[in-house]
């Protein structure tokens, strides 16, 4: 059983803490958010993450799990001190690490040479030199990236496919191993930099990946081919895979753009031209591009003002997360473009810098639109009935991005139904 602090309560290093206290270790958790603390340790959750309230309560309700916003009445005998800042992108694409450099002068006092301090946050090449520049003499500094999705971060906690260490020459902290003990996947020990580049390699991956399923979905469509038959067919070659390699509205989220910008950035800096991914960056942003041209040639023969009802507001289901949601992005363009806009999403409270009204139901968001553009597959939406639709909306047509609405039996109601990927009818 170890000795751990988890600096920073957010997405991760919540998921994090709760993950390793379930594993057995004593962890307290610290963030300078006072609020967030003090709904932390009565063990009310500050993200959605299904599995996350009960290990929470669970944990905390034992003990072996705490949290403070003030570190310096604590002793320094954590054997491990984890990272988990966040790292947002700079106008120039780069990271900004003032709140992961701020942390560890926050924390210096607890750090002896014990005491290992280890990097979760996703940071550039170079960042684990940097930290060791700024922690006492002794201190052993140690990478961990992370692999969480967001809407199944303690399933991926506690089922990595890999567990990645960068650390100065390539031996792993015992304490950290010790930490991990429990998982049987393999544990990659490198280099600092190869860690820190493992991770942006791992999203910059994933987003080309996505970004060629969309282009394959519009290919599709003009070659009246089936696309969920093409990538079920292509995905099944092992060496292609059938994860993130579904077409939708375009990649969005905390990560995927950050992390893509990010590397660019420094691929850029270091005169090496990571052309495949400049692209896949250039494809997501006209995959929500021609998705707002066509909506907006969908109802280009209303006469009044058109009403587009945006279903999935999050940048994908399962979270309530709308940082750069295609949904968000869509509707820009389209407000900007001078329709009108209602979105609805089940996990969704606060509109952020969505450029509609927020509705708090399907049936609200649908009323007097003309037009249903679904952009997540939350469950949701997949058993909205049509004879609502065709209650509800003044000119009843969808646009299904994500293929999840039973084509057949909509057209068969009355409803005109598109969805990318096949050809139009
Ligand atoms: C991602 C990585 O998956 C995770 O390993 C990393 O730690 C953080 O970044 P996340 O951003 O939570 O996780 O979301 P993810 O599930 O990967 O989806 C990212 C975006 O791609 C979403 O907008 C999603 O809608 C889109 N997507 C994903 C697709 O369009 N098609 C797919 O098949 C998968």
Redesign the pocket.
């Known amino acids: 059983m170890s000795k751990i602090l988890v600096v920073g309560c957010g997405y991760v290093g919540l998921t994090t803490a709760v993950g390793l206290a379930e594993l057995g270790h004593r962890v307290m958790g610290y963030d300078l958010d006072t609020n967030l603390i003090s709904r932390l340790s009565s063990g009310v959750p500050t993200i959605y993450e299904p599995g996350l309230p009960e290990l929470l309560v669970k944990n905390t309700q034992s003990g072996v799990l705490s949290f403070t916003s003030s570190v310096t009445n604590e002793g320094p005998d954590f054997d491990l001190v984890f990272l988990c800042l966040p790292t947002p992108s700079r106008e120039d694409g780069t990271a900004n690490l003032t709140y992961l450099t701020s942390a560890v002068s926050q924390v210096r006092i607890l750090l002896t040479e014990h005491t290992t301090v280890v990097i979760k946050s996703t940071v550039p090449v170079g960042t684990a030199k940097l930290i060791k520049s700024l922690v006492p003499e002794g201190v052993t500094i140690a990478s961990n990236p ?6 199944s971060s303690v399933y991926d906690f506690f089922h990595p496919n890999r567990i990645v260490i960068g650390a100065q020459g390539r031996v792993a902290p015992k304490s950290l191993l010790t930490a991990y003990e429990n998982f049987s996947v393999p544990i990659v020990v490198t280099s600092h930099e190869t860690a820190e580049l493992i991770k942006y390699s ?2 910059a991956f ?1 987003a080309i990946k ?1 970004s060629f ?1 969309n282009e394959l979905a519009f290919l599709s469509e003009r070659t009246n081919s089936d696309i969920d038959d093409l990538i079920y067919a292509v995905g099944l070659d092992t060496r292609i895979g059938i ?6 509205p375009g ?6 753009p950050k992390d893509t910008r990010e590397l660019l950035a420094t691929a850029q800096k270091l005169g090496v031209p990571m052309q495949t991914l400049q692209a896949a960056v250039s494809s997501n942003e006209r995959t929500m591009e021609a998705l707002a041209g066509r909506i907006l040639s969908l109802v280009d023969s209303i006469e009044t003002t058109p009403v587009v009802a945006i279903l999935g507001l999050a ?2 289901a399962g979270t309530d997360d709308v940082r750069e949601s ?1 949904s968000t992005k869509v509707a820009e363009l389209l407000s900007g473009a001078g329709l009108s806009i209602k979105g609805y999403d089940p996990l969704v409270v606060k509109s952020g810098s969505f450029a509609g009204v927020l509705c708090s139901s399907i049936d609200e968001c649908l009323a007097g639109s003309h037009i249903a553009v679904l952009m997540t597959d939350a469950e949701e939406f997949r058993v909205i009935d049509p004879t609502d639709v065709l209650r509800l909306m003044v000119t009843p047509q969808v646009l299904d991005t994500r293929r999840i609405l039973g084509a057949a039996s909509w057209a068969s109601s009355g409803i005109t139904h598109h969805s990318l990927g096949f050809q139009e009818v």
């Open positions: 992370e692999f969480l999705r967001e809407g791992a999203n994933l996505i399923a994860n993130h390699l579904n077409p939708g990649w969005g989220g905390s990560c995927f940048f994908k295609p």
